[in-house]
């Protein structure tokens, strides 16, 4: 079967034409003013149309030689201005002309936008929007559309019409609004701070695809409109908190006074469109037309909002490589991995816990390595492939910690073994293979998870605070030779200490779980320390708790230390 696509460079065309190409038996003819912009793996399989609009005609026999036509292309940005009528109508109409003298045509496939039925000026915005809504667009983008649906609806042609929601996904444009939502959360913009009671409806373009195939492969569908969204609208406040989470971000927890709601609501007609989606339901949309199809959205809106992020930190930092945490699959590793996926980094996790690891791994689409290493073997295969892969390392987080709680002579001397392998040799090891990797480069950041607990003799815990102690002083050391020798700074190395944080190392080392303990947050104490990488060297300790301790070891007597201590872990731990 031939099919014909136009836009084909753009985010959604691209989506497309992949999916396209998973059936080998496809002819896909793309319509593009610039094949530099078709990505690699979509020239070799697609044939190149050069063109655009304005020149469509000289393809007239090529289109109506094609069942399928997808019409994607024309001007997408948000906005006014007699562009859009050159861009988006007038092209419209030429292919309409064209694909009106094909007798093989089976569909033309229209993707138009939610913007093409906006709201009237009465419209109090608590319904969603259905395909029988009265079109009021309030722009000149949305107005095109709209113009371009009516003259399909004018044709004689077998036509479709699919008018998505809020598009998201890797390869949207840089000012689109959730790449904007993103970068104002991350940079902490004053007006993330307000749980905005406006919602919106989104639909990831893979799932915009799908409704794209399914409309294109129905048999019974012509001439039909169709909204693409996803199944349950989503507040502006609850985006900033979405994208909060996954950068340990305190976004979206303001309410807004629901005068101000009110007032705003009332006023909605004489404000700006971005003002409007603040405070009313403007673009929200029902999918149940096209969920009566079979269409069911598939990605989840938190996993969709990760992977745009990550998108997002790559094309604005395209020189981001590989970060491997230690321990990534729980607690503050599996944090860190899921916010420096976030932040653009390709990631590697290491974890002993193969089920946790893997499904991890799969979300972040990232390599796993199952290992435990408190085994030299396991340690030395991270040493290898530290060392096949040091062209493309940035970052090394040694996280993974061991714990045991007890009497020392009555703990197993394997078991103390093990905490000694894990805490101190493995970091040292691994240190020693990706440190000579940055220094030959230039740049690279390692990064040593020690705890408040390395600051104070701890009876009870004594091997596990001798082990993060060494930990301080070892990663100390680190940053006095790198200075001495006048390392580049862009080589960093930075110490970690937080305070007690919510993870299984209580519940896995034996201590005791106090409901009382203001524990941390594993997402708070990633989000501190990925805010320091870039900054330099440092020593960096997270939470009251431990920078308490940290000053009570630098004034308080060691046999005073001895005494408080073994009274507290005694009694509370």
């Known amino acids: 079967m031939n099919y014909f696509v136009t836009g084909a460079s753009g985010f959604i065309g691209q989506h497309l034409v992949r999916r396209l190409l998973r059936t080998k038996t496809n002819v896909i003819y793309c319509l593009v003013r610039d094949e530099k912009k078709l990505p690699t793996d979509i020239c070799r399989g697609v044939k190149i149309l050069r063109g655009d609009g304005s020149s469509i005609e000289q393809h007239a026999s090529v289109i109506r030689s094609c069942a399928i036509i997808f019409h994607i292309g024309g001007r997408a940005d948000l906005g006014n201005g007699d562009e859009y009528r050159r861009d988006n109508i007038e092209f419209t109409d030429t292919l309409i002309h064209i694909a009106e ?49 009516q003259h399909l609806t004018a044709s004689e042609l077998p036509f479709v019409i699919v008018r998505p929601a809020l598009v998201y996904g890797p390869g949207m444009r840089r000012r689109s609004h959730l790449r904007a939502f993103i970068d104002a959360v991350v940079n902490n913009k004053a007006y993330t701070r307000f749980n905005f009671p406006g919602k919106l409806s989104f639909i990831y373009v893979d799932d915009l695809i799908d409704a794209l195939i399914v409309v294109s492969k129905h048999p019974k569908l012509l001439r039909q409109i169709y909204f693409a969204a996803d199944n349950e609208p989503i507040s502006i ?42 405070f009313s339901n403007l673009l929200i949309a029902s999918n149940a037309k096209l969920r009566s199809l079979g269409f069911a959205p598939k990605r989840d809106l938190a996993q969709g909002f990760r992977e745009t992020a990550h998108y997002h930190f790559r094309m604005e930092n395209p020189g981001l490589g590989v970060a491997i945490v230690t321990g990534g699959a729980s607690g503050i590793g599996r944090s860190l991995s899921e916010q420096l996926y976030a932040r653009g980094y390709s990631i590697v996790v290491v974890d002993r816990d193969k089920e946790k690891g893997m499904e991890l791994a799969k979300s972040l689409q990232a390599e796993f390595i199952h290992a435990d290493l408190t085994h030299d073997h396991d340690v030395q295969h991270i040493v290898r492939f530290i060392q ?186």
């Open 237 to 278: 406040g609850s985006i900033f908190q979405q994208i909060g989470r996954i950068f340990g971000k305190k976004a979206g927890t303001m309410d807004v006074p629901f005068p101000v709601s009110r007032f705003f609501r009332a006023m909605r007609p004489y404000l700006p469109l971005q003002v409007q989606n603040l």
């Open 101 to 149: 003298g094909s007798k093989k045509l089976k569909r033309f496939v229209f993707t138009s936008t939610i913007g093409a039925v906006d709201r009237t000026k009465h419209d109090p915005c608590t319904t969603p929007l259905r395909e029988d809504s009265k079109p009021n667009p309030l722009t000149d983008y949305g107005k095109s559309k709209l113009a371009c649906e």
């Open 388 to 573: 096949t892969n040091a062209d493309q390392i940035d970052l090394l987080v040694n996280n993974a910690g061991v714990g045991k709680r007890g009497n020392t002579e009555e703990i197993p001397s394997h078991e103390l073994a093990d905490v000694l392998a894990l805490n101190c040799e493995a970091p040292v090891k691994l240190t020693n293979a990706v440190l000579p990797v940055f220094i030959k480069h230039g740049h690279g950041t390692l990064v040593n998870i020690g705890s408040s607990a390395g600051y104070q003799p701890l009876p009870y815990m004594s091997v596990y605070a001798a082990s993060k102690a060494f930990i301080i002083r070892y990663t100390q050391a680190l940053q006095g030779e790198l200075a001495g020798r006048r390392i580049p700074s862009s080589v960093e190395v930075i110490l970690v200490s937080p305070s007690g944080t919510a993870t299984n190392f209580q519940k896995n080392s034996g201590v005791k779980e106090d409901d009382a303990a203001k524990l941390l947050q594993p997402e708070d104490v990633a989000a501190a320390i990925i805010q320091q990488i870039g900054k330099g060297s440092t020593n960096l300790i997270i939470g009251s708790s431990g920078k308490g301790m940290a000053l009570a070891a630098r004034f308080l007597p060691t046999r005073v230390q001895i005494r408080l201590w073994e009274r507290l872990m005694r009694s509370m731990r």
